[in-house]
Structure formats: structure tokens, C-alpha cells
């Protein structure tokens, strides 16, 4: 079994490694409420009447990183992952068919392509996309702030779920 290692980043970090070290803290935070749980597990609707599962959590954090990094930072083409015009939630709608494994590998390719994609950026550039919601250009500060406020959320919500499942509680 794995098991994820979570590192708040030094308190005296600069702006930079501050936002990229909270980012990847919630991301870690995200895998470790998924740990050592069966499919079933992680399809499971725990907290009715919510639909929300930990799976679908992943799901949609992978499309929210997909989002936000390739399609709004790179002003990139990329498809949804999990959804589609029918089912615009669909990346929170888990079958039987759809495994941990498929999920968290399509979430580890988005953060590995953000991190890419931010790499070689300051915090001030400016986004070549824009997002849905205004066509103002988003700098990449803006952007990681987001991404953790977007996790941070999630993880609340993981949190709920985890403990309903199985009993595990953490911060």
C-alpha cells in the first residue's frame, strides 16, 4: 500500500514556492483521502443524499487542472475528460466501470502538464486562454490561488466522505 507524503511548504518560502507548495499539498491531501480504499469504495456515494464520491472528487479535479492549465494558462484545445455536452457533470457521475487506476492516471497526467505549463512563467504572466466565466486574461498567481482555494473545497468534502466510509478522519 501506498502511502502519500504531504509537506506544507517552510514558512519562510517565497511566493512562488509558497502557491506551488500549497498546491501540491492539497493535491497530496486529495490522494491521501483516496488511500488504501477498493473501487467500490471509492464509487461509493457516502454522504446521502449527495451523489458525490471520492472518485468522482478525482475526476473532477483532473478536469478542473485540465482546465484551468492547458485550456485558460496555455489557451491550449483540450476536450473534457469525463464530461460532455449531455452530461456536463459527468465527470462526477462514476460507473461500475470506471477504476481508480484510469482516474488517478488521467489526474497525474493534468498536474504533470500543469506544472509543465507553469514552469517556465512568472507569477505576473498573463494567460494566453481565457475561462467560461469572463474574457479577461488570468495571471498565473491568480491561477494557483484558485487551483488551491478549488482543492481546499474539495478536500472538505473528502474529508466527509472518508470518514463516512470507513471511519478514517485527518486534517
Known sequence: M????????????????????WLDY????LAWKC????????????????ELTLLGLVRHMAEVERSWFRRVLAGEEA?????DEQ?????????????WAEAHAAWQA????ARRLAAGLGL???????????????????????MIEEYAR???????LRERLDGVTGD
Open 79 to 83: 476536450g473534457p475528460l469525463h464530461y
Open 154 to 160: 474539495h478536500n472538505g468534502h473528502a474529508d466527509l
Open 110 to 113: 493534468e498536474i504533470e502538464a
Open 35 to 50: 488511500e488504501g480504499l477498493t473501487d467500490e469504495q471509492l464509487r461509493t456515494a457516502s454522504a446521502a443524499p449527495s
Open 124 to 146: 505576473d504572466d498573463l494567460s494566453k486562454g481565457r475561462s467560461r466565466f469572463t474574457d479577461e486574461p488570468f495571471n498565473l498567481r491568480w491561477i494557483y490561488t484558485h
Open 26 to 29: 492539497h493535491r497530496q491531501t
Open 87 to 99: 452530461d456536463p457533470d459527468g465527470d462526477f457521475h462514476v460507473t461500475d466501470s470506471d477504476t
Open 2 to 21: 501506498t502511502t502519500t507524503e504531504r509537506r506544507e511548504p517552510a514558512p519562510n518560502a517565497d511566493e512562488r514556492s509558497m502557491l506551488e507548495g
